[in-house]
C-alpha cells in the first residue's frame, strides 16, 4: 500500500557517491546464481558510504574492478516542473537520467539495464524510506522489483532484499566486456566513427524558446544564438586507445574536454567558465552519444545534451523545463 506523501524529504536531496558495500561474500556463498543471474538480481542493491572493502574470496581481477567502480547518484528538484524531481544515475558503466518525476506517478525509462521500465517512487512515511519500483515492459512475466533507499546521516543506503551489492553488477559487466581482450584492466568503449570529424553549427530548431526556459534574457539570447560554434570530436592526442578529446569553438571562448573515455567522469571548465563534472556515452544502439553535465558547486544542477548524425549532420538535442531544441552542425 502506498504512502498519501507528495513531497520527498529534503534530506534525500544530494549528491550521493558510492562509498561500500556489505553482505557480499555471503551473497555469493548463499546463492550460488550464475553470472547472468547474478546481473540480473543485484542491479540497484547498494549502500552509498565508501571503505576499502575486503574481497578476500575474489581473485585479484575482481578486486580490482571493484577497487575501480564509481557510482554516484543525484537526486534534486526539476527545475522543468513543479513538485517534480530528478534522479541522475552515473557509473562508469553506464548512466540513466529520470526526469520530471512524480512520487506516486508511473513512468516509462530506460533501466540501467537498457530496457525500457515502468517505473514509479513512492515514500513510505512510516519508515521514512524511499522506495523505487521497476517493471520491464517487454516482459508480462515481470513481477517487479523495489529498491528501498534511506538516509542516515550524509549516508543513503539502498537495500534490494536486505544485500547491498551494485558494485557486483559493475565488476561483472567489465569482465563481460573485456573477454579475449588484451589488456582486462581497459575497460573503455570505442566512440562510433560517424561522431568523430569538424562540426560547424548551421541552424537551430526551437532554440530561442530553450534559451527563455534557461532563463536568458532578450539581449542574451541574440548574442548566444549569432554565436559562430564548431564541435570537433577526434581521438585523443593523447594517443591513448578509445580516449577521445572533443573541442567547442567560439568566437567568445573556446573548450577543449580533453583524453576522455565513454562511460568516465572527468572534471573541466565549460563554456560557462564554472567547473562540471562530465561524462559522455552511448545509448540507443550506439545511434546516440550523449553528454552529461553537473556543476561541481550545485549537483543538483545538471543536464543532459544527445548527440546523433542524420546524414552531413551532427545534431545535437537538449531539454529544459519541457522546452526541447535542436541544433543542427554540418560536418566539414
Known amino acids: 500500500m502506498t504512502s498519501e506523501v507528495k513531497e520527498l524529504p529534503e534530506k534525500f536531496i544530494g549528491s550521493f557517491k558510492l562509498n561500500r558495500s556489505e ?7 548463499s546463492k550460488g546464481m550464475d ?9 540497484y542493491a547498494t549502500l552509498f558510504s565508501y571503505t576499502e572493502m575486503d574481497f578476500s574470496g575474489i581473485n ?3 578486486r580490482k574492478m571493484i577497487s575501480f567502480a564509481s557510482v ?10 513543479k513538485g517534480a524531481y530528478n534522479l541522475c544515475n552515473l557509473s ?13 506517478e508511473e513512468f516509462q525509462a530506460e533501466g540501467l539495464d537498457g530496457k525500457m521500465h515502468k517505473i514509479k517512487f513512492y515514500f513510505d512515511p512510516a519508515t521514512e524510506s524511499l522506495k523505487e519500483t521497476h517493471i520491464r515492459v517487454d516482459d508480462p512475466n515481470d513481477h517487479g522489483e523495489t529498491y528501498t533507499y534511506t538516509v542516515d546521516g550524509d549516508t543513503l543506503a539502498l537495500v534490494l532484499m536486505m544485500l547491498r551489492l551494485i558494485v557486483v553488477v559493475i565488476v561483472l559487466n567489465a569482465v563481460f566486456d573485456k573477454v579475449g581482450a588484451e589488456i582486462a584492466m581497459s575497460d573503455t568503449k570505442a566512440l562510433p566513427e560517424k561522431f568523430l570529424g569538424t562540426f560547424v553549427l548551421e541552424r537551430d530548431e526551437n532554440f530561442d524558446q530553450y534559451l527563455e526556459a534557461k532563463g536568458y534574457g532578450w539581449f542574451m539570447r541574440q548574442v548566444i544564438k549569432l554565436a559562430s560554434v564548431t564541435k570537433v570530436f577526434r581521438k585523443a592526442d ?9 573541442e567547442n569553438l567560439t568566437k567568445r571562448k573556446n573548450t577543449l574536454f580533453a583524453d576522455w573515455a565513454l562511460g568516465e567522469e572527468f572534471t573541466a571548465e565549460a563554456v560557462d567558465s564554472l567547473q562540471h563534472k562530465i561524462t559522455f556515452d552511448l545509448k540507443d544502439l550506439d545511434n546516440v552519444l550523449t553528454e552529461t553535465h553537473i556543476k561541481v558547486d550545485n549537483p543538483r544542477d545538471f543536464e543532459t545534451y544527445e548527440y546523433y548524425r542524420d546524414g ?3 545534431i545535437m538535442k537538449m531539454a ?3 522546452v526541447s531544441a535542436k541544433r543542427y552542425y554540418k560536418k566539414q
Open 23 to 29: 553482505n557480499f561474500e555471503e551473497f555469493l556463498a
Open 35 to 43: 553470472i547472468v543471474s547474478l546481473l540480473e538480481y543485484c542491479l
Open 60 to 62: 585479484w581481477f575482481l
Open 72 to 81: 554516484t547518484k543525484v537526486f534534486s528538484h526539476s527545475d522543468e516542473t
Open 92 to 104: 562508469s558503466k553506464k548512466n540513466a537520467i529520470y526526469k520530471n518525476w512524480k512520487l506516486e
Open 238 to 246: 593523447s594517443q591513448k586507445p578509445n580516449r577521445y578529446d572533443m
Open 312 to 314: 552531413d549532420y551532427l
Open 320 to 322: 529544459c523545463k519541457g
